[in-house]
T-cell receptor
């Protein structure tokens, strides 16, 4: 059974870099045709796709965040990471990681999410 | 700035049938990309409810069904129950500059 769990600092200062980790269990992140996604949800608002990284390290980011975001894999820890630079209050959100397979069949499973607040 | 549009809210009495629309365009749903649906119960992460337009993952009640036609998709809930009160999102893929994965604006289902 594949499980994902996000973790992060909780509070980030404006203009700094937000760094989050998603720990995957039940499957190797590099051994199957999977696409590991980051999605965020501002408080009281809808879902926004951030980007994905494939099992082979190929990345694709949302055009609206492309200049500030990077996603990477750490195969030794079976983790994926998200880095979002130059954050503002608008980046305050619950951040989720989720898996998609190939061919795509929906994002499943999702982690429980980690809340990141941008505030001084 | 979601490219998939859903009604903000729908409501129904227990036992009734409700439908949620998801309207896209020729660069996403109309291009033939599949549509997936998610249920987000209060305070929890979204959960895959329908995949590939009309398929239910194991464990999802058959009260939930999905369909797709042209540039739109729909989610139907028959025999509405109190535990169905949640937010629902559609998701598809897009070939324009909107990005790869695109989500709908979300719909809140209220059981009266």
């Amino acid at each position: 059974q594949v499980q994902l769990q996000e973790s992060g600092p909780g509070l980030v200062r404006p203009s700094q870099t937000l760094s989050l980790t998603c720990t995957v269990s039940g499957v190797s992140i590099s051994s199957v045709p999977s696409y590991w996604n980051w999605i965020r949800q501002p408080p009281g608002k809808g879902l926004e796709w951030i980007g994905y990284i494939s099992y082979s390290g190929l990345t694709y980011y949302s055009p609206s965040l492309n200049s500030r975001v990077s996603i990477s894999l750490d195969t030794s820890k079976n983790q994926l990471s998200l880095r979002l630079r130059s954050v503002t209050a608008a980046d305050t959100a619950m951040y989720y990681c989720a898996r998609d397979q190939w061919p795509p069949a929906g994002l499943d499973p999702w982690g429980q999410g980690t809340l990141a607040i941008v505030s001084s | 700035q979601s490219v998939l549009t859903q009604p903000p809210s729908v409501s129904g009495a227990p036992g009734q049938r409700v439908t949620i629309s998801c309207t896209g365009s020729s660069s996403n749903i109309g291009a033939g990309y599949d549509v997936h649906w998610y249920q987000q119960l209060p305070g929890t992460a979204p959960k895959l409810l329908i995949y590939d337009n009309s398929n239910r993952p194991s464990g999802v009640p058959d009260r939930f069904s999905g369909s797709k036609s042209g540039t739109s998709a729909s989610l139907a809930i028959t025999g509405l129950q109190a535990e169905d009160e949640a937010d629902y999102y559609c998701q598809s893929y897009d070939s324009s500059l909107s990005g790869y994965n695109v989500f709908g604006t979300g719909t809140t289902v209220t059981v009266l």
